[in-house]
């Protein structure tokens, strides 16, 4: 079982830079990878990007790549999404997710997670 705890949206203005973080509970942390997705209303929740337990490897939606940088710390049980030159289009909640199992090909699909956080509220004025 993992909770997850997002912090670090609010509001920005277009080319600006937020950070946000997701705390996770438990001692297996390392063991999860862990992906960030992105709902605005009226849209269905989509990925934005994707890391391995081990941190090695990194996956990015098209519209995020080259602006937005996934990390974690597993020491400290956090994973970050670093979001800079942000644009309108990428209001939305923020939900961070930890995978249902390990080696999960497909880190893209909301289906392959088992844990969410409840949500962060990421807002880019014009």
């Known amino acids: 079982q993992v909770q997850l705890v997002e912090s670090g949206g609010g509001l920005v203005q277009a080319g600006g830079s937020l950070r946000l973080s997701c705390a996770a509970s438990g001692r297996t942390f390392s063991s999860y990878d862990m992906g960030w997705f992105r709902q605005a209303p009226g849209k269905e929740r989509e990925f934005v990007a994707a890391?391995?337990?081990?941190?090695?490897?990194?996956y990015y939606a098209d519209s995020t790549k080259g602006r937005f940088t996934i990390s974690r710390d597993n020491a400290k049980n956090t994973v970050y999404l670093q979001m800079n030159s942000l644009k309108p289009e990428d209001t939305a909640v923020y939900y961070c997710?930890?995978?249902?199992?390990?080696?999960?090909?497909?880190?893209?699909?909301?289906?392959?997670?088992?844990?969410w956080g409840q949500g962060t509220q990421v807002t880019v004025s014009s």
């Open positions: 997710a930890a995978a249902r199992a390990a080696y999960i090909s497909r880190l893209d699909r909301v289906g392959n997670y088992a844990y």
């Open positions: 890391i391995r337990g081990s941190g090695g490897s990194t």
